[in-house]
């Protein structure tokens, strides 16, 4: 993972760290030590291998507390990562010790399900090490993620306040935000000595989103900013006296003055200093061996070893299967005119969008709860269970909205104590059209990000880090793959929904050309968004906030159709080979029950699972 783009940030994000939490820890050790017991000579491999798995988790949470506090373990939640270049090489140091560690074990002694776990950790050490190379590359402040976002949404929506400690260490770190973004706005300005800056159309977008944290009191006479609103309504919730809730609250206006304000401050001056020298230059190619390293992003996010091109033609390739069946649809609901002609007509016409109303917004989450709500019905017919966390759906908050990606998931807690939660982006509804609606749901919540996160982080018996190891082909594939499930599942009644489902994943194949298009051809920012207004129903808004996506996030796109063509790929063959036999909800554990793997491991999990069940006849 990139280091302090990736491996503090975008982590946070995509949900990709690794740590473990202290209940597990401790269950954990009690299983090892039962285990001990019962059979001490033959089993001390297997010990000593989950010792190594345990051990290596604690270590590198130690890099990580905001992952810590998402996985259940609060003890360091008064602090911040550090992201100075003597943190990460202590880190880099840490990946290759326990790699070495790692490969002192016999894999012949181990158990199928502990040579997986020791692949997987061999897999993601290396990636990371290898990655290393590139770790002042990508942007650590950008339009769609950020510092700026992420320490606002981290302490309203992770940092619990359930005793007075827990508000102390939220005051603490507000106060530890003027360091934080010392250590970070250095890091940007050693990068842009290096040519990695942002271009030009970045700064406005991440200016605003920082400047609008700071808006409210204690900063102005207005009412409570965010995260004094936040921190008030945690503390009033304590039982406690009142005169501590009072000293509590007091604490925290000095902090956001004395600490948060000047870390955002700087930020600030940083960003507007950049943004006087910034180029309109967009591809990874405008960095120092920007070639490799996008090549590298792309074996990151789609764990094979295609070649720009062949994505590029892979997407081509799709784009015009897709366009085809859009036009059936066309003849279905019995338009007439080219097919840019209904596109014109889908983005444009009033029966596809909710009023840009708070009313409007309220009717589209209904909406987005009664397909969630079918979707549950009908899953004990596809699928063995369903996750222990809840899943809500939410609007993305105002202060983020404008820099904050269309719609997106984050994990609940892996005991189920914080929800999954499925965030839509409804600044402006002409964004959001109800024929994609049904597929977005699936895609985000049930059985997509949701089932496949959950299951991955409730897994028996399986070491923390292969819970919530992130490869992006794997998990993108996975929600884009459930939009088509929706259909083998039976929804999709309506012909435009049909439709939505289909232009959700004809946006997917246009990544693909568009990513490798701007980052290995020297596509312009504007070429790649006139192919999307001429290859997609998408409003111009839509294919302008994607493709400055894709700028700052190099590869990334290419991971969904390539990972979801692999899975259809693999599903085909196991309905062809076992005629029959073949089981939805078995296959789908298959698929799920490793957690995210790469999608050659994937292959292997499948063929295997057929081979057992064509052997017993």
Known sequence: MLRNTVSSLALLLALSACGQPKGEADKAQGQQQTTQQAAPAKQDVHVRLAAFFDKAMKDRLAFNPMMADRLGDHSNNDKWPEL?????????????????????????????????????FDITAKRYIANDRWRDYGYPVNQMFGWQTAIPTHLMTVHQVRKVRDAMSYIKRLEGVKPLMEELTANMEKRQKEGILPPKFVFPLALSATENVLKGAPFDDGPDSILLADFRKKVDALQTDPQVKDDLIKRAKEALLTGFKPGYELLIKTLKAEEAVATTDDGAWKFPDGDAYYAQMLKNNTTTDMTAEQIHQLGLENVARIHKQMQAIMKEVGFKGTLQDFFQYTRTDKRFFEPNTEAGREDYLKRANAYLD?????????????????????????????????????????????????????RDMSYMPLYQLEALMYHEGIPGHHFQISFAQELPNVPLFQRIARFTAFSEGWGLYTEELGKDMGFYQDPYSDFGRLAMELWRACRLVVDTGIHAKHWTREQAIDYLLKNTPNPKGDDVAAIERYIVMPG?????????????????????????????????????????????????????WIKGLKQQG
């Open 84 to 120: 100075t270049d003597a943190a990460a090489d202590k880190e880099l140091a840490l990946y290759k010790a326990q790699l070495a560690e790692l490969h002192t074990f016999d894999v012949s002694q181990l158990t199928d399900a502990e040579k997986l776990s020791y692949r997987i």
């Open 556 to 608: 990334q796109a290419t991971a969904y159709m390539v990972g979801k063509l692999k899975i259809m790929e693999l599903r085909q063959k196991a309905m062809d080979e076992l005629g029959d036999k073949f089981d939805w909800r078995d296959f789908h554990k298959v698929v799920l029950s490793s957690g995210a793997v790469p999608l050659s491991i994937l292959e292997e999990n499948v063929n295997a």
């Open 374 to 426: 079918g979707m549950r019905a009908k899953v004990p017919e596809y699928f063995d269970h369903s996750p222990k966390a809840p899943l809500e759906v939410h609007a993305v908050e105002k202060y983020r909205e404008k820099s904050a990606g269309k719609a997106f998931y984050n994990r609940g807690a892996p005991d189920g104590s914080r929800p999954g939660i499925v965030y839509v982006n409804l």
